[in-house]
């Protein structure tokens, strides 16, 4: 019995000391469970504060940015960006316009509201045991960045390092284009690769094309040629392109040409030709036997050509005898972006548009151009210059990364970086003190140092000396043409012309001298007089608006009162989005938001879509304030009973009467570039509307927005739904002051 009661006390001893571990063990268990969810939600949260900043840069100007401090537990492997929700990290670098973040193995993503850069700031891969968890084996690490806005989008960056975004061609080589509405590139190259904008030099090959051909294979150097085409149009063997593929072999290359009827490998040659790749995406175009271009093979050509791989991409406007034939641009678009092009292809055509080759090209000397006299071409695609996010331009401070021939000077290059030799100094940027007196300081290298971009801590940009062209991306005035200066926009333009988003113009957003009344206040006491109060006879502004003593009865004109004219807090910020808006065709609103819903009807309407000309954009700058105040709604809304007041106030104000839509179009107008003889607010016995003279125009087009109408123009005619024409005589005004009207036989539809 002794003995049992022995076992009986192990028994329960064993058993207890069991209990007592599975208790700890589940103790330990919900412990860990516990810290866990802490520190999940916890990264989850540092990762949804930083999306919201993000969010919050992306809707202000370039240049805007924000320091954190990240708190990040060790259970968070990744934290990228991305197009997909997968990782693709790029010389350090993720991208996408989606915040990441993994946790435990375990991806979720946060969508953006404009393209993310960011560093690669969590290396960490390992993934903690539950051993690991219950030892308490997680804690905290903080991070510092710097969240950027930039052209391309929000760049999160460590301290020192810069964004790789870039805009426009400035930095390329553009050896042969077109003078035509600016510069119009035909040839492109950068590094790895070519573009050429147009196949009349591969289908219909002279001597100066031959040699152009003979030059890309060259500049791309190896030995082993692939020419891929999808379109039939463009097959070497039912075109003279042969010829072409003839030179080539003549001169040692070999060459295998394809029709892309299957998935190919790209890894066997040296340099892969792509003629028209990805127009046959359309079922509407004539191909046989199309192979549709898959992301894993468009994926496969980018790793191609980021290992060594050279690449000629061929493209075309599609015009044919006139007519633009359709075809797929996602690819080439694509591409493009890929090969660190900071272009879009449009559907549109540039030189030799009206169905006979033109030769107004122009050829820089040596390079892709050497040999070629003239460049034949029927139809060029046209581009516009984006800004892109690309890896290659990345990179921090130390300067080991960046040195070489690269137009960027770094500092403490070990061997020298020959971009950086200023004053025979190597290896070192210009010390601004020392070194950069002036506005400009040529060096050894023939390049041209910056005063306001010296620094002995960042990178210098160095260009050829004045060699940057009309229209081309710049940093000083040093580095354009001689005519040419350094303007607000980073563009080389002439004396008294900016960018307006597509070449250099002189109409200048709200300049000093648009109106009279410029920069004057408004008089205190608006409220107590009416705009039309000068019925029944003329009166000019001159002196007498803005003054704190009212000017004799007899000479009183409230006009500059009233019509605020480029009013700096709310008309001029109303100004810059029309101009910024028709500039870009409804793409970029110079940071004033997102550009009106009606936008691309001002386009449209204008011409500006099809030609671009000072005409018709400043017709697309009335129709967008016409279209604005009208059916967009995008300053003022409804209807209110209300004595017309200034400018500025009835905008802020929101909605108003006839009488005050009326004026605040006027004053829109008249800010955008309309003269005072070509925008007028009128009124009949009981409503208020507007006339507006548009370029090119012999009549004068009558405009009704009150109450947002939805069709408040009909060019050539009368809005209609009002006697419009029924306008009193004497009672067309502006800032400049009131005047007798146009007859009704000088207006459209009377």
């Not at 076992?7 to 329960?12: G, P, Y």
């Not at 391309?152 to 035509?180: A, H, M, N, Q």
């Not at 506005?439 to 390049?447: F, M, N, V």
Request: proline share 4%; net charge negative.
């Amino acid at each position: 019995m002794a003995h049992l009661k022995g076992m009986d006390t192990w028994i329960w001893l064993v058993g207890g000391i069991i209990v007592t571990i599975l208790s700890m063990f589940l103790f330990l268990n919900l412990f860990a469970s516990i810290n866990l969810q802490s520190h999940t939600q916890a990264s989850v949260e540092t990762s949804g504060n930083l999306a919201s900043d993000i969010n919050r840069l992306c809707s202000m100007k370039e240049g805007e940015a924000m320091n954190r401090e990240m708190k990040f537990s060790t259970i968070v492997t990744e934290f990228y960006a991305s197009h997909n929700g997968s990782i693709e990290i790029d010389s350090g670098r993720t991208y996408g316009q989606l915040l990441c973040v993994n946790i435990s193995g375990k991806s979720s993503c946060s969508e953006l509201d404009c393209p993310l850069e960011i560093s690669t700031i969590i290396t960490e891969k390992k993934i903690l045991s539950l051993i690991d968890k219950m030892r308490g084996d997680i804690s905290y690490r903080d991070y510092s960045v710097e969240a950027v806005r930039t052209s391309c989008g929000v760049s999160v960056l460590l301290k020192g390092e810069r964004s790789g975004c870039i805009c426009g061609l400035g930095e390329f080589d553009t050896p042969v284009y077109c003078d035509y509405n600016g510069h119009q590139p035909i040839v492109i190259s950068k590094d790895h690769s070519v573009v050429l904008a147009d196949t009349e030099p591969w289908l219909s090959p002279d001597e100066d094309s031959l040699q152009l051909f003979s030059n890309i294979a060259g500049y791309l150097g190896g030995n082993s040629i692939l020419i891929l085409y999808d379109d039939d149009s463009v097959d070497p063997a039912l075109t003279q392109a042969s010829q072409v593929i003839d030179q080539v072999i003549s001169e040692g290359y070999s060459v295998d040409s394809v029709l892309h009827e299957a998935a190919v490998d790209f890894s066997a040659y040296d340099q892969v030709w792509l003629v028209t790749p990805g127009f046959c995406e359309l079922s509407s175009r004539n191909c046989s036997q199309h192979y549709r271009w898959s992301v894993n093979e468009e994926k496969r050509l980018i790793e191609y050509a980021d290992s060594g791989g050279k690449i000629l991409l061929v493209t075309d406007s599609g015009l044919v005898n006139g007519v633009y034939g359709q075809m797929g641009l996602d690819l080439i678009n694509s591409l493009l972006i890929e090969l660190g092009y900071p272009l879009e292809q449009l559907p549109s055509c540039v030189c030799g548009c009206e169905g006979r080759p033109t030769n107004q090209t122009v050829l820089e000397a040596g390079g892709i151009g050497d040999g070629l006299s003239v460049l034949n071409v029927l139809g060029a695609a046209v581009f516009r210059e984006t800004c892109i996010y690309d890896p290659k331009e990345s990179g921090g401070d130390s300067g080991v990364g960046g040195c070489g021939s690269d137009r960027l000077c770094y500092p403490n290059c070990p061997s020298g970086d020959p971009d950086c030799s200023c004053i025979e100094q190597n290896g070192f940027v210009c010390d601004e003190e020392k070194d950069c007196p002036g506005t400009k300081l040529k060096h050894a290298g023939g390049r041209t140092c910056c005063s306001e971009q010296c620094s002995a801590s960042g990178p210098q940009v160095c260009q050829n000396t004045s060699d940057v062209p009309e229209g081309g991306l710049c940093v000083c005035t040093g580095q354009c043409q001689p005519g040419l200066s350094c303007g607000d926009k980073k563009r080389c333009c002439p004396a008294g012309a900016e960018w307006n988003g597509s070449k250099c113009s002189k109409s200048e957003i709200c300049s000093s001298s648009i109106s009279k009344c410029y920069g004057q206040g408004h008089w205190e006491h608006y409220g107590s007089r009416n705009f039309f109060s000068n019925v029944g006879r003329a009166c000019e502004c001159k002196i007498y608006s803005g003054m704190t003593t009212p000017a004799p009865q007899s000479q009183r004109c409230y006009g500059c009162d009233y019509v605020e004219v480029c009013q700096s807090s709310v008309v001029k910020p109303i100004a810059e989005e029309i101009i910024n808006c028709c500039n870009s065709k409804c793409t970029d609103s110079g940071g004033h938001g997102s550009c009106m819903k009606y936008c691309s009807n001002a386009v449209q309407n204008s011409g500006l879509s099809s030609t671009e000309t000072d005409d018709t954009l400043k017709k697309c700058y009335g129709l967008y304030a016409i279209y604005g105040m009208g059916p967009g709604a995008k300053w003022t809304r409804g209807y209110m009973l209300h004595i017309e007041a200034p400018a500025s106030v009835m905008f802020s104000g929101g909605t108003w009467m006839c009488s005050g839509y009326s004026l605040m179009l006027t004053t829109l107008l008249r800010s955008v570039g309309y003269t005072t003889s070509e925008a007028y607010s009128i009124s009949s016995d009981d409503h208020a509307y507007n006339l507006v003279k548009f370029p090119g125009d012999t009549k004068y087009t009558l405009a009704d927005t009150v109450n947002n109408r939805p069709s408040p123009v009909r060019l050539g005619s009368v809005p209609g739904g009002y006697l419009h024409c029924s306008y009193i005589s004497n009672t067309c005004g502006n800032d400049a002051g009131m005047f007798t009207c146009p007859s009704r036989g000088n207006v459209y539809g009377c």
